[in-house]
């Protein structure tokens, strides 16, 4: 499987400021996915990462709140906006391998926000 | 909307013993069935994928799946204190990119 890192690993934010996730993999993949994982809860997904263009959001997220971009298939950002204690989760990106319907996790990144 | 059910546990068993964990969902379209197992403080981790009816073997993980009965579970044989986790079962599609709906998790504890 793709070894995937992400940066931060944690945060701890200010409300209404923003912060950037990067989520790099060692191998190029076609999808690539961003989950948010609320204290306690299981994983729901905010948007599938398209190479090159508009992500696809999920229902009851929305660009302006979570811009994200992948600018090659290898990379891709997250941005979470204007920040409320409310969006205090750990942030998770996700791959597809290449033939696979298996996805593999990054190691997230831990949001605080205060 | 898509829903997957779990149940959240704790289920305790002993060590050496079989646990069983297990999960229904929604969705007839759906194509693929996945365990996740998730450490405290960690992300998830890929145990076993399963796509066609019955039984697939792993080590000491078997995943189970009956689509009629819209039914999947995984059993963990000999289980060990290291496997003390919550597990996630996940479900979705049979195209790329297809978006995977998770469970809410079954924390499973195991006591030496």
């Known amino acids: 499987s793709a070894v995937i890192s992400q940066k931060p690993s944690r945060d701890i934010c200010q409300r209404g400021t923003s912060l950037t996730i990067q989520c790099q993999v060692d191998s190029q993949v076609t999808m690539m996915f961003w989950y948010r994982q609320q204290p306690g809860q299981s994983l729901t997904l905010i948007a599938t990462?398209?190479?090159?263009?508009?992500?696809?959001?999920e229902s009851g997220f929305v660009i302006d709140k979570f811009p994200i971009s992948r600018p090659n298939l290898t990379f891709s950002t997250l941005t979470v906006s204007n920040m409320s204690p409310e969006d205090s989760s750990i942030y998770l990106c996700?791959?597809?391998?290449?033939?696979?319907?298996?996805?593999?996790f990054g190691p997230g990144t831990r949001l605080t926000v205060l | 909307q898509k829903e997957v059910e779990q149940n959240s546990g704790p289920l305790s068993v002993p060590e050496g013993a079989i646990a069983s964990l297990n999960c229904t969902y929604s969705?007839?379209?759906?194509?693929?069935f996945f365990w996740y197992r998730q450490y405290s403080g960690k992300s998830p981790e890929l145990i076993m994928s399963?796509?066609?009816?019955g039984d697939k073997e792993d080590g000491r993980f078997t995943a189970q799946l009956n689509k009629a009965s819209q039914y999947v579970s995984l059993l963990i044989r000999d289980s060990q204190p290291s496997d003390s986790a919550t597990y996630l079962c996940?479900?979705?599609?049979?195209?790329?990119?297809?978006?995977?709906?998770f469970g809410g998790g079954t924390r499973l504890m195991v006591k030496p």
């Open positions: 996700s791959v597809e391998t290449t033939n696979s319907f298996e996805q593999f």
């Open positions: 399963i796509y066609s009816n």
């Open positions: 996940a479900v979705g599609g049979n195209n790329a990119g297809n978006m995977l709906t």
């Open positions: 990462a398209n190479q090159g263009s508009e992500a696809t959001y």
């Open positions: 969705d007839r379209g759906s194509q693929s």
